[in-house]
C-alpha cells in the first residue's frame, strides 16, 4: 500500500497518470471556477491545477475534480483508488475490500506532532479573513460563494471521549462568520448539539486540503463514536500524523493545506443556501438561517492549494466519495446482519440514490429464506433502518452474484430481465429521506420521510442459460476465439 501522506503527493502521482492539467491563464471566482470543474466532471477529463485566481494574492491555487472519475476510461477510479494507497488499475469492488476489512480491526489513534505544513502561516484575529482566499460562487443559481466543497470538519465531543471527522457544505457570509448546513443525524450536528445542550460555543476546526484519503474517510458514515482518524490509521495500519491547533482543543492532518478555526455561535443565525446539489439541480430559492461558525484562527501551507467540488450532474465526488465509502458500509452491514452479500454498491451514475446488492447464489441455505421476496425485504430493511446513511437510497436493487455491480450495463440488463414488471417489486413506506432529493415531493421533503423501492432481481440461475461470452461457451472455445482474434490482422481499404 502506498499511502499518500498530502494532497501535493497525490497531485505528483496524478501528473505521472497523466491525469492533471494546470490552467496558468487567470481564473475568476465568479462562476469560471464552478464551470471548469463542472466540464471536468461530466466529461471525464483530468483535474486542473488552478494557479491564478483573478482578484486573490499570487500562490493561492484552486484544484478542481480531485476525485471525481479518471480520464483514463480503462480505469475509471484511478484518483479514488491512489487516494486510498492502492494502485490506479484497481477494479471498483477491490478498492472495498480494505474499507470493509478496517471496519472489524482494532482502531489506530492518530499521532500528534510539534508542528506541521499546514501551520507554515498562521493569521489571528482580524487577519484570519475568509476573504482572502479564493472562495468560489459555484452555480447560477447558489447563495453565496462556498467556503466547503470537499473539505472535512473536525468537531469534538464536550467529554472529550468522541472526534469526528465529517463533510458539510459551507457558506461564506463574511470576513470572520460562515454558515454550514449540517444536523442530527449527522454526527457534526449530533456533538454540536452536546455542546449546544451545555450553553456553550461548539469548537470547530475546517480542513481544506488534507491528504487525499481523509475526504473519503470523512464521507463514510461510520457508527458513533468511532474516530475516522483512528479508523484510518487500522486502514493504513499505521497512525496518521496531526498537530493541535492554535486557538481550539483540536487536532488537525499535519499536511493540510489550510486550516480555518473557530466557535459555532448557537445565538448568532445567519442564511446559507440554496445550493447545486448531488442530485444534480439548484433547488428553488430558499434560505436555512443557521448558527454562524466564528472564525478565530486560519493557517496555511505556503502557496496553498484549495480543493474544490462542484456538486450536480454525475459523476463527481459527492457520488465517488459517498458511493464508495457507502458500498463498503453497506457490505459490512448487511454481512452482519446474516445476509450472504458478495457485494452492495452505491452506483454512482444514479447520483448515489440507487445501491445494488448481489448475494450468493446459496443464500436460501445461509439464510433460510423461502422465497428471493423474503430475501429482497430483509435487504431493504436492514438498509432502510441502518442510522446514518439509510437517508441516501431511494431504490435498492437485490441481484444474483452473476451480476456485476458496479457495470451499468450488467445492473440494467439484471434488473430488466430478472425483475417481474408488476410482483417484482416492494415499496417500503415512510423511510427516512433526505430533503434535498428532488424525487420525493414537497411534503415528503419537509417531514423527512418517503417511500423506498425494492427491486427483486433474483432467478434461480439454474434454470437461466446466459449467452454471455464468459458463461455459455467451453473454456477451449474461448481460448482457441480469443487467440484468433488476437492474431487478427488489420483489414486495407474494402473487403472483397
Request: proline fraction near 8%; charged fraction near 20%.
Amino acid at each position: 500500500m502506498n499511502h499518500l501522506t498530502s494532497l501535493r503527493d497525490y497531485l505528483d502521482a496524478l501528473a505521472k497518470l497523466d491525469d492533471l492539467r494546470v490552467i496558468d491563464e487567470e481564473v475568476d471566482v465568479e462562476l469560471e471556477i464552478g464551470a471548469i470543474a463542472r466540464y471536468a466532471t461530466e466529461n471525464r477529463a483530468p483535474a486542473h491545477l488552478l494557479d491564478r485566481i483573478h482578484g486573490h494574492e499570487p500562490g493561492f491555487r484552486v484544484l478542481t475534480a480531485p476525485a471525481a472519475l479518471s480520464s483514463d476510461p480503462a480505469y475509471p477510479y484511478a484518483r479514488a483508488a491512489l487516494s486510498l494507497g492502492l494502485d490506479p488499475q484497481t477494479p471498483p469492488l477491490r478498492l472495498m475490500d480494505g474499507l470493509v476489512a478496517a471496519q472489524a480491526a482494532e482502531p489506530v489513534p492518530p499521532v500528534v506532532v510539534p508542528t506541521g505544513p499546514c501551520q507554515e502561516n498562521v493569521l489571528l484575529g482580524d487577519d484570519a479573513d475568509l476573504t482572502r482566499f479564493p472562495f468560489p460562487l459555484l452555480h447560477q443559481g447558489d447563495g453565496g460563494r462556498y467556503v466547503n466543497t470537499v473539505g472535512t470538519f473536525v468537531l469534538r465531543s464536550p467529554d472529550g471521549k468522541w472526534t469526528n471527522w465529517g463533510i458539510a457544505r459551507t457558506m461564506l457570509h463574511d470576513a470572520h462568520r460562515m454558515a454550514t448546513f449540517t444536523g442530527s443525524p449527522q454526527h457534526i450536528g449530533v456533538i454540536d448539539d452536546m455542546w449546544r445542550e451545555r450553553g456553550e460555543p461548539t469548537p470547530f476546526a475546517l480542513v481544506l486540503g488534507a491528504e487525499p484519503a481523509v475526504p473519503f474517510v470523512s464521507a463514510m458514515s461510520l457508527p458513533e463514536h468511532v474516530d475516522e482518524a483512528a479508523y484510518l490509521g487500522a486502514y493504513f495500519g499505521h497512525p496518521l500524523e496531526v498537530v493541535r491547533c492554535k486557538t481550539v482543543d483540536l487536532e488537525v492532518p499535519a499536511t493540510a493545506e489550510i486550516v480555518i478555526e473557530g466557535y459555532i455561535d448557537h445565538d448568532d443565525l445567519i442564511p446559507e443556501g440554496p445550493m447545486g446539489e448531488f442530485a444534480g439541480y439548484v433547488p428553488e430559492p430558499h434560505q436555512w438561517n443557521l448558527p454562524a461558525y466564528r472564525v478565530t484562527a486560519i493557517t496555511h501551507r505556503n502557496d496553498p492549494i484549495m480543493p474544490v467540488v462542484c456538486a450536480g450532474k454525475p459523476v463527481d465526488e459527492d457520488h465517488t466519495l459517498i458511493g464508495l465509502t457507502h458500498s463498503a458500509r453497506w457490505t459490512h452491514h448487511l454481512r452482519e446482519k446474516g445476509i450472504p452479500v458478495t457485494a452492495a454498491w452505491m452506483i454512482p451514475e444514479s447520483a448515489v440514490h440507487v445501491l445494488a446488492v448481489t448475494v450468493d447464489r446459496d443464500w436460501r441455505e445461509k439464510t433460510g429464506f423461502g422465497s428471493s421476496e423474503e430475501l429482497s425485504r430483509a435487504v431493504g430493511e436492514a438498509v432502510t433502518g441502518f442510522p446514518h446513511g439509510g437517508w441516501w437510497v431511494t431504490r435498492i436493487m437485490v441481484l444474483d452474484n452473476d451480476i456485476d455491480p458496479t457495470d451499468l450495463r450488467d445492473v440494467l440488463w439484471g434488473w430488466a430481465t430478472r425483475s417481474h414488471p408488476s410482483d417484482g417489486s416492494l415499496v417500503l413506506q415512510d423511510t427516512a429521506i433526505m430533503h434535498i432529493m428532488a424525487c420525493y415531493t414537497d411534503e415528503e421533503r419537509a417531514t423527512g420521510t418517503g417511500p423506498t423501492v425494492v427491486y427483486d432481481c433474483i432467478r434461480d440461475l439454474r434454470k437461466l442459460h446466459s449467452t454471455a461470452f464468459a458463461d455459455n461457451y467451453p473454456a477451449a472455445v474461448q481460448r482457441r476465439s480469443l487467440d484468433l482474434i488476437a492474431g487478427a490482422r488489420r483489414a486495407d481499404g474494402m473487403v472483397g
